[in-house]
Protein backbone atom coordinates (compact mmCIF):
# COMPACT_ATOMS: atom_id res chain seq x y z
CA UNK A 1 0.00 0.00 0.00
CA UNK A 2 1.06 3.23 -0.90
CA UNK A 3 1.30 6.41 1.73
CA UNK A 4 -1.30 8.40 1.22
CA UNK A 5 1.06 11.57 0.62
CA UNK A 6 3.51 9.91 -1.67
CA UNK A 7 3.13 12.38 -4.57
CA UNK A 8 3.20 9.33 -7.41
CA UNK A 9 -0.19 8.40 -9.29
CA UNK A 10 -2.49 5.36 -8.95
CA UNK A 11 -5.89 4.01 -9.53
CA UNK A 12 -6.62 2.87 -6.43
CA UNK A 13 -5.83 5.20 -3.05
CA UNK A 14 -6.69 4.76 0.54
CA UNK A 15 -6.27 7.43 3.10
CA UNK A 16 -8.14 8.16 6.72
CA UNK A 17 -9.25 10.95 8.33
CA UNK A 18 -10.33 10.38 12.01
CA UNK A 19 -13.29 7.79 12.00
CA UNK A 20 -13.66 8.28 7.89
CA UNK A 21 -11.75 6.29 5.43
CA UNK A 22 -11.73 7.19 2.09
CA UNK A 23 -10.97 4.57 -1.03
CA UNK A 24 -10.29 6.74 -4.51
CA UNK A 25 -10.06 5.44 -7.37
CA UNK A 26 -9.70 6.44 -10.84
CA UNK A 27 -9.90 4.23 -13.80
CA UNK A 28 -9.43 6.17 -16.96
CA UNK A 29 -12.96 6.59 -19.09
CA UNK A 30 -14.99 5.58 -15.94
CA UNK A 31 -14.70 1.71 -17.44
CA UNK A 32 -13.71 -0.81 -14.63
CA UNK A 33 -12.04 -4.15 -16.18
CA UNK A 34 -12.05 -7.78 -14.40
CA UNK A 35 -8.88 -7.03 -12.82
CA UNK A 36 -9.94 -3.60 -11.77
CA UNK A 37 -12.67 -4.73 -10.21
CA UNK A 38 -11.19 -7.55 -8.16
CA UNK A 39 -8.26 -4.77 -7.42
CA UNK A 40 -11.10 -2.20 -6.14
CA UNK A 41 -12.70 -4.96 -4.00
CA UNK A 42 -9.18 -6.26 -2.45
CA UNK A 43 -8.20 -2.48 -1.44
CA UNK A 44 -12.00 -2.34 0.09
CA UNK A 45 -11.80 -5.63 2.12
CA UNK A 46 -8.52 -3.84 3.11
CA UNK A 47 -10.15 -0.74 4.09
CA UNK A 48 -13.21 -2.13 5.95
CA UNK A 49 -10.48 -3.86 8.70
CA UNK A 50 -9.27 -0.31 9.56
CA UNK A 51 -11.00 1.23 12.42
CA UNK A 52 -13.05 3.42 10.63
CA UNK A 53 -17.13 4.21 10.87
CA UNK A 54 -17.45 5.75 7.47
CA UNK A 55 -15.99 4.47 4.50
CA UNK A 56 -16.15 6.92 1.24
CA UNK A 57 -15.95 5.48 -1.80
CA UNK A 58 -15.27 7.67 -5.02
CA UNK A 59 -13.57 8.45 -8.24
CA UNK A 60 -11.53 11.04 -8.43
CA UNK A 61 -11.72 11.87 -12.38
CA UNK A 62 -15.03 13.24 -14.14
CA UNK A 63 -16.42 9.70 -13.87
CA UNK A 64 -17.41 7.73 -10.38
CA UNK A 65 -17.50 4.13 -12.76
CA UNK A 66 -19.20 3.56 -15.77
CA UNK A 67 -19.17 -0.16 -14.73
CA UNK A 68 -17.87 -2.82 -17.05
CA UNK A 69 -14.76 -1.97 -19.47
CA UNK A 70 -15.96 -3.05 -22.93
CA UNK A 71 -12.92 -2.09 -24.59
CA UNK A 72 -11.37 -5.04 -22.42
CA UNK A 73 -14.14 -7.37 -23.27
CA UNK A 74 -13.98 -6.47 -27.40
CA UNK A 75 -10.57 -7.45 -27.28
CA UNK A 76 -10.01 -10.36 -25.02
CA UNK A 77 -9.32 -14.22 -26.79
CA UNK A 78 -12.60 -14.93 -25.63
CA UNK A 79 -15.18 -11.66 -25.33
CA UNK A 80 -17.76 -13.96 -23.98
CA UNK A 81 -15.88 -15.68 -21.24
CA UNK A 82 -14.47 -11.96 -20.23
CA UNK A 83 -18.25 -10.41 -20.14
CA UNK A 84 -19.00 -13.21 -17.60
CA UNK A 85 -15.70 -12.63 -15.48
CA UNK A 86 -16.50 -8.82 -15.76
CA UNK A 87 -19.80 -9.41 -14.47
CA UNK A 88 -19.44 -11.48 -11.36
CA UNK A 89 -16.22 -9.06 -10.90
CA UNK A 90 -18.65 -5.81 -10.46
CA UNK A 91 -20.90 -8.09 -9.13
CA UNK A 92 -18.62 -9.35 -6.12
CA UNK A 93 -18.23 -5.06 -5.65
CA UNK A 94 -21.30 -4.72 -5.10
CA UNK A 95 -22.00 -7.64 -2.79
CA UNK A 96 -19.50 -6.39 -0.47
CA UNK A 97 -20.68 -2.63 0.06
CA UNK A 98 -24.40 -4.08 0.18
CA UNK A 99 -22.86 -6.36 2.98
CA UNK A 100 -20.92 -4.39 5.20
CA UNK A 101 -22.62 -3.61 8.28
CA UNK A 102 -20.41 -2.09 10.68
CA UNK A 103 -19.80 1.35 9.41
CA UNK A 104 -21.63 3.74 7.38
CA UNK A 105 -20.98 3.16 3.45
CA UNK A 106 -21.08 6.37 1.13
CA UNK A 107 -20.79 6.36 -2.47
CA UNK A 108 -19.10 9.93 -3.12
CA UNK A 109 -20.06 10.64 -7.29
CA UNK A 110 -17.74 13.51 -8.17
CA UNK A 111 -18.53 12.90 -11.89
CA UNK A 112 -21.19 10.48 -14.23
CA UNK A 113 -21.70 7.33 -13.33
CA UNK A 114 -23.68 4.49 -15.68
CA UNK A 115 -24.47 0.78 -15.91
CA UNK A 116 -22.54 -0.68 -13.52
CA UNK A 117 -20.94 1.81 -11.97
CA UNK A 118 -24.75 2.82 -11.10
CA UNK A 119 -25.27 -0.25 -9.44
CA UNK A 120 -22.19 0.13 -7.46
CA UNK A 121 -22.92 3.20 -5.99
CA UNK A 122 -26.70 2.57 -5.24
CA UNK A 123 -25.16 -0.76 -2.89
CA UNK A 124 -23.66 1.91 -0.67
CA UNK A 125 -25.50 3.30 2.44
CA UNK A 126 -25.88 7.03 1.34
CA UNK A 127 -25.25 8.11 -2.48
CA UNK A 128 -23.66 11.84 -2.26
CA UNK A 129 -23.77 13.12 -6.07
CA UNK A 130 -22.16 16.47 -7.63
CA UNK A 131 -24.64 18.74 -9.47
CA UNK A 132 -24.45 18.41 -12.94
CA UNK A 133 -23.02 14.32 -12.72
CA UNK A 134 -25.72 12.19 -14.92
CA UNK A 135 -26.44 8.46 -14.01
CA UNK A 136 -27.38 6.15 -16.50
CA UNK A 137 -28.16 2.78 -15.12
CA UNK A 138 -29.25 1.24 -18.67
CA UNK A 139 -26.87 -2.08 -19.80
CA UNK A 140 -26.84 -2.90 -23.56
CA UNK A 141 -26.79 -6.37 -24.31
CA UNK A 142 -23.46 -7.71 -23.36
CA UNK A 143 -22.83 -11.67 -24.95
CA UNK A 144 -22.37 -14.23 -21.99
CA UNK A 145 -21.15 -18.04 -22.29
CA UNK A 146 -24.16 -20.50 -22.21
CA UNK A 147 -26.83 -17.99 -22.08
CA UNK A 148 -26.50 -16.70 -18.53
Same mark, same amino acid.
Given at each position: ?12 R????? *????L? &?? &? *? ?11 ? @???Y ?18 ? &???G &?? @? ?5 ? %? ?15 L ?6 T ?6 A????? %? ?5 ? @?? @?? %? ?7 ? %? ?15
Amino acid at each position: QLSADRCTWTDVRYRESG *PVGVLN &FS &F *PGGAMSTVQCRRL @LEAYRFACTRPTSVLVLGGLRDF &FSNG &FH @LNVIEAA %ADPAEESWANIHAMNDLVEALITTTDRLTVAALGGN %AAAGGVM @LA @LA %ADEVWCRDG %AILNPHYTLLAVPNGH
